[in-house]
């Protein structure tokens, strides 16, 4: 009877231990999937500040070309203006030569600035749409679209292998859901044009109907235009198709991957050229650029 009464608790407690077991495991694999998704925001966020670095980077080195070159400019000044004060005496016709020399040089200063803002401004647009596009694409879209952002114009560049059907130019049923988010984009902006580039690697092609690569590429870009026209309605006007074969490849194409890497279709959105060179040939809106004695 004694004995009896000593089992009772040794199994109460066991029973205990064996819940606290399974509240430790699932508090322990909750943590372990909270850990992951960390890592996977952790290693996009590295990802997006080395991008953001590069852009840094670049706009750095153009500011510092800009100031070499008014450093050149106070240079010239400074020589010339030395000449005149040596000259002065003898020939007044230096005063009109050195004026007409600054005035040139503050024209000059007012056109580099302008060119700046300009460009600036067409980097600011570009850097808006590359983020509005990454952020509508999720983490598997990601994995077959690439967006770039150089010297003023955006390459959107989509893996052959989400965009086609294998070994076709035909539209896959996946692809649908991430055009139509480049459309949204294109959409938003209607003064830019938009170019779709096929390339291919460099494997012979084998169908009855393609010639080559050259046929291959220029296919697969004319069915991603007709696509934005048709099914999404870009306008048609500022759509181009094009084919570059095998010619334009961005990797090695003795090896499985960089034939995948070089296997794909971009998109690359411009400013339209009109509207472009008429920023750039557009006078300063205001005199509020320093003079040379004012750099």
């Known amino acids: 009877m004694l004995k009896h009464k000593k089992i009772i608790p040794l199994t109460i407690l066991l029973g205990s231990l064996v819940m ?5 495991n ?10 992951q998704d960390l ?18 980077k670049s706009l750095e080195d153009q500011l510092e070309q800009e100031r070499k070159n008014n450093a050149a400019l106070k240079e010239a000044y400074s020589k010339l203006q030395t000449t005149l004060d040596k000259s002065i005496s003898q020939n007044s016709q230096g005063n009109v030569n050195i004026s007409k020399l600054v005035d ?55 893996s052959d292998n989400m965009l086609y059907k294998s070994g076709s130019y035909e539209i896959s049923d996946k692809a649908g859901e991430t055009l139509s988010k480049i459309a949204k984009i294109i959409q938003d902006y209607k003064d830019y044009e938009v170019l779709i580039e096929g390339n291919t690697d460099s494997d012979p092609i084998s169908k009855t109907n393609i010639r080559n690569n050259w046929d291959l590429s220029t296919l697969r870009a004319s069915s991603v235009v007709q696509a934005l026209q048709n099914n999404y309605g870009v306008e048609p006007k500022r759509l181009t198709a094009g084919g570059r074969g095998e010619y334009n490849p961005i990797a090695d194409n003795t090896t499985p991957e960089g034939k995948a890497r070089n296997r794909r279709t971009q998109i690359i959105i411009t400013p339209k050229l009109d509207q472009f060179m008429e920023l750039i040939d557009k006078a300063p809106e205001t005199d509020s650029t320093p003079t040379i004695d004012e750099l």
């Open 20 to 24: 606290a077991s399974c509240v430790s």
């Open 39 to 56: 890592a996977t925001l952790y290693q996009k966020g590295q990802v997006d500040l080395a991008e953001s670095r590069a852009k840094v």
């Open 26 to 35: 699932k508090k322990y694999l909750a943590l372990q999937t909270q850990h």
């Open 104 to 158: 040139e040089i503050n024209a000059s200063n007012k056109y580099i600035q302008h060119l700046v803002n300009t460009k600036n401004k067409s980097d600011s647009l570009n850097v808006v749409l590359t983020n509005n596009l990454t952020r509508s694409l999720s983490r598997e879209e990601l994995r077959d679209v690439d967006v770039k952002v150089l010297k003023g114009v955006v390459y959107i560049s989509l």
